[in-house]
């Protein structure tokens, strides 16, 4: 006795395989390609910014970095306290003074991302600079101004609401701080030691 689905299969005549979705020239929905799909842009500019504040460790100053998105165009900074000297040289408000001076107007806007939660500071530079979004990386439970020490951004004292993402690869800025804080704290041991 034939088995039944084979005996159907090899009866199949050359117009009725018209409709086999194997055959070329048609349409075919495949599953989906082995290439991973492309990163998201947060996650993209979040790794520029990373690299911006290894900059700023290799120059010895908190490894914090910052890109801003206006108008498609991009800029950048990092962290310069130390070099400077300059304690108002965050990465976010160096890069929004390039942006204004670029762009030739106080309302910068964009997306500024971020590898750590703004201070107090940046925060009120922030929406000061009328940003619409602030994508940071890992939060600041001692200093974070967007929600997590203080809520600078929420307040309602600020005129401007600044759209907020927080936890773009988090773990990588929380573990290139971590890294910083680390190996400076190494040899001031041994000296004192
Ligand atoms: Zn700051």
């Given at each position: 006795?034939?088995?039944?689905?084979?005996?159907?299969?090899?009866r199949v005549?050359?117009?009725?395989?018209?409709?086999?979705?194997?055959?070329?020239?048609?349409?075919?929905?495949?599953?989906?390609?082995?290439?991973?799909?492309?990163?998201?842009?947060?996650?993209?500019?979040?790794?520029?910014?990373?690299?911006?504040?290894?900059?700023?460790?290799?120059?010895?100053?908190?490894?914090?970095?910052?890109?801003?998105?206006?108008?498609?165009?991009?800029?950048?900074?990092?962290?310069?306290?130390?070099?400077?000297?300059?304690?108002?040289?965050?990465?976010?408000?160096?890069?929004?003074?390039?942006?204004?001076?670029?762009?030739?107007?106080?309302?910068?806007?964009?997306?500024?991302?971020?590898?750590?939660?703004?201070?107090?500071?940046?925060?009120?530079?922030?929406?000061a600079a009328?940003?619409?979004?602030?994508?940071?990386?890992?939060?600041?439970?001692?200093?974070?101004?967007?929600?997590?020490?203080?809520?600078?951004?929420?307040?309602?004292?600020?005129?401007?609401?600044?759209?907020?993402?927080?936890?773009?690869?988090?773990?990588?800025?929380?573990?290139?701080?971590?890294?910083?804080?680390?190996?400076?704290?190494?040899?001031?041991r041994w000296?004192?030691?």
């Amino acid at each position: 006795m034939e088995a039944a689905p084979v005996a159907q299969l090899d009866r199949v005549s050359p117009s009725e395989g018209e409709g086999c979705p194997f055959e070329p020239g048609r349409e075919h929905i495949f599953p989906a390609a082995e290439e991973p799909a492309p990163e998201p842009e947060a996650q993209l500019r979040m790794r520029r910014a990373i690299e911006l504040a290894g900059q700023a460790a290799a120059a010895g100053d908190v490894p914090i970095g910052a890109v801003l998105v206006v108008d498609g165009r991009v800029f950048e900074a990092f962290n310069q306290k130390e070099q400077r000297p300059d304690p108002t040289a965050h990465a976010e408000l160096l890069v929004i003074r390039a942006a204004a001076a670029a762009l030739g107007r106080w309302r910068v806007g964009g997306v500024l991302y971020v590898t750590k939660e703004p201070c107090a500071m940046c925060a009120g530079a922030l929406a000061a600079a009328r940003v619409e979004r602030l994508v940071y990386g890992c939060r600041d439970p001692k200093g974070g101004a967007a929600g997590s020490a203080i809520d600078i951004l929420g307040s309602a004292a600020v005129n401007h609401r600044v759209d907020v993402i927080d936890g773009v690869l988090a773990d990588e800025t929380a573990a290139q701080l971590r890294e910083f804080f680390a190996q400076k704290r190494r040899p001031e041991r041994w000296s004192s030691g």
